[in-house]
């Protein structure tokens, strides 16, 4: 995550209106919660019955300052399930609207999610933390407010990975469950995620205020953001424009990280955008395998709006959205366009950046958008492994005294022909610049990751949680927590993991229910 996300974390852990939770030993220091009621609606968790631990993360637990003996405590369980009250949270629902597939939907806000509050953890870092599927707010509509063991996991599974790949994310503390009927497509049983973020305002919330013409809330909000995230930009002349611009350019990098690591999100509503560059809000979310383009991870995007080529689009559509929404606080219109398409020169050169990491170049030089243009349709005709290429791909060697063999890498192509072709101009290039195999391979083998989340290791996962597979087993949910939290190794006792799918998860489908 961005450090830079947490650049007002500097108060002291007990600052004056923090309170330390008797039963939990959190320090809670609620500030969102003291804005004023127009951003939310102050609602109780919905309790559970027989609420039990599913996972949890230590890594996440340890942000917070929470003792390990903590999940060991039924209490506690029971108050991440929504069961027992938190001492010191201040539970409420936010307000916000959005655009949903292109199209303006006015009220939306939190339907099965709920602010406990913010906790100050160790060092003065700053967490929100937010249950969700504790049951119905006044934002549901028609929902019951519930998510499901399913979703839960890999909601937990994919914060927890992509913290792992180092790409900025919201974090999951745990998931509990209960044995709770809840009706989806079919019948399964209830579960809530933990959700750890420095702030859940998301695009959507300035969109609510400018829509609904509360420009003074709009410019509360936007106050209350700057001050706690973008310093720079109240010392900026025009502090409004100055967060647009900050924020084009954070959602620029997050998504050419996206694009690298063949992440697809699904669902890239402007209400599923964090203001603070964060991937947030997974659901039918995907990492790709046999590499497509125009991959659609999403089986409800029936047009294919947030396919994996259409997300660099899609960044820069919705921080339209976000531009129309501030305009009554930067009061100009063509700035607020120059400040938004900040964006596309960003994009470019992190996505540069990116392609140069990922092949292991360590100069720019002519002729490297050709290589790499060449490299992406060649993958896409193929459709090649993306995270088994990139991996292997450090194992080509240019040192003329050492025999060549690309077979691990040359064998993901069904086209060897058109490989060796384009194997040959990268090995000049690397030539070129002097490259040294040992050294690029450890540099390669930073950035391309060899274990990913993949649909195929979350699902097995879920199945056994659910009891499909035998008696019901929650460990494959932390043996593949603590496999992603180092994708970047080798892991030999766990090789079977980096693996291409079987042939059966060719038939899993994710929806917006996933």
């Given at each position: ?6 650049s ?39 309790p ?20 390990p ?54 060092g ?28 839960s ?56 205020f ?5 420009h ?24 409004y ?18 694009q ?9 509503n ?19 395998d ?7 991870c ?12 259409m ?34 020169d ?21 002729g ?8 992406i ?49 990268y ?37 056994r ?9 929650f460990?494959e949910?932390?043996?593949l ?13 766990h ?20």
């Amino acid at each position: 995550m961005d450090a830079r996300v947490h650049s007002s974390a500097a108060a002291a852990p007990e600052s004056a209106g923090a309170t330390r939770s008797a039963n939990s030993g959190l320090v809670f220091d609620n500030r969102f919660a003291r804005l004023p009621g127009v951003f939310y609606t102050r609602v109780s968790p919905t309790p559970l019955p027989d609420p039990y631990l599913v996972a949890k993360s230590d890594a996440a637990a340890a942000r917070l300052g929470l003792a390990p003996g903590n999940f060991d405590d039924p209490d506690f369980i029971a108050a991440l399930t929504g069961s027992t009250p938190l001492a010191g949270a201040d539970p409420l629902a936010a307000v916000y609207s959005g655009h949903q597939f292109g199209v303006y939907v006015p009220r939306l806000g939190d339907g099965r999610a709920l602010l406990l509050g913010e906790i100050v953890g160790p060092g003065g870092e700053r967490w929100e933390m937010q249950l969700k599927g504790a049951g119905k707010t006044p934002y549901s509509r028609m929902g019951d407010g519930r998510a499901v063991l399913r979703s839960s996991i890999r909601e937990f599974l994919a914060s927890e990975a992509m913290h792992g790949l180092g790409i900025p994310t919201t974090r999951a503390l745990a998931v509990t469950g209960s044995d709770y009927p809840v009706v989806r497509e079919t019948v399964e049983t209830a579960a809530v995620v933990t959700r750890l973020a420095p702030s859940f305002v998301r695009f959507g919330s300035f969109e609510y205020f400018y829509w609904t013409e509360q420009h003074d809330a709009l410019k509360q909000l936007a106050d209350f953001i700057i001050d706690r995230f973008y310093p720079e930009a109240r010392a900026s002349a025009q502090p409004y424009l100055a967060l647009l611009e900050a924020v084009a350019r954070r959602t620029a990098r997050l998504v050419a990280q996206w694009q690298g690591i063949g992440f697809c999100h699904g669902v890239l509503n402007s209400d599923n955008m964090s203001i603070l560059g964060l991937t947030i809000d997974y659901g039918p979310y995907g990492f790709i395998d046999g590499f497509d383009a125009g991959h659609i991870c999403n089986h409800s995007d029936e047009h294919g709006r947030y396919a994996y080529n259409m997300q660099p689009q899609i960044g820069h559509w919705n921080l339209y959205a976000l531009g129309q929404a501030l305009v009554p606080l930067t009061e100009d219109v063509d700035a607020t366009k120059a400040a938004i398409d900040t964006y596309l020169d960003e994009y470019s050169r992190a996505i540069d950046e990116v392609y140069h990491a990922k092949l292991g170049l360590t100069t720019l030089q002519p002729g490297d958008e050709a290589l790499i243009t060449g490299l992406i349709e060649l993958l896409n005709a193929n459709h090649t492994d993306w995270t088994l290429f990139w991996r292997r791909l450090a194992t080509l060697r240019t040192d003329a005294a050492v025999p060549q063999d690309d077979s691990a890498v040359r064998d993901l192509f069904v086209d060897r022909a058109a490989f060796d072709a384009w194997a040959a101009s990268y090995r000049a290039r690397l030539v070129s610049e002097a490259s040294v195999d040992a050294e690029r391979a450890t540099r390669m083998n930073r950035v391309n990751p060899k274990y990913v989340l993949r649909n195929h290791l979350a699902e097995t996962a879920i199945r056994r949680a659910r009891g499909e597979e035998g008696p019901r087993d929650f460990r494959e949910i932390a043996r593949l927590l603590a496999i992603l939290s180092r994708p970047y190794e080798e892991q030999p006792e766990h090789e079977a993991y980096a693996g291409a799918p079987p042939e059966w998860a060719q038939s899993l489908h994710l929806s917006c229910s996933s």
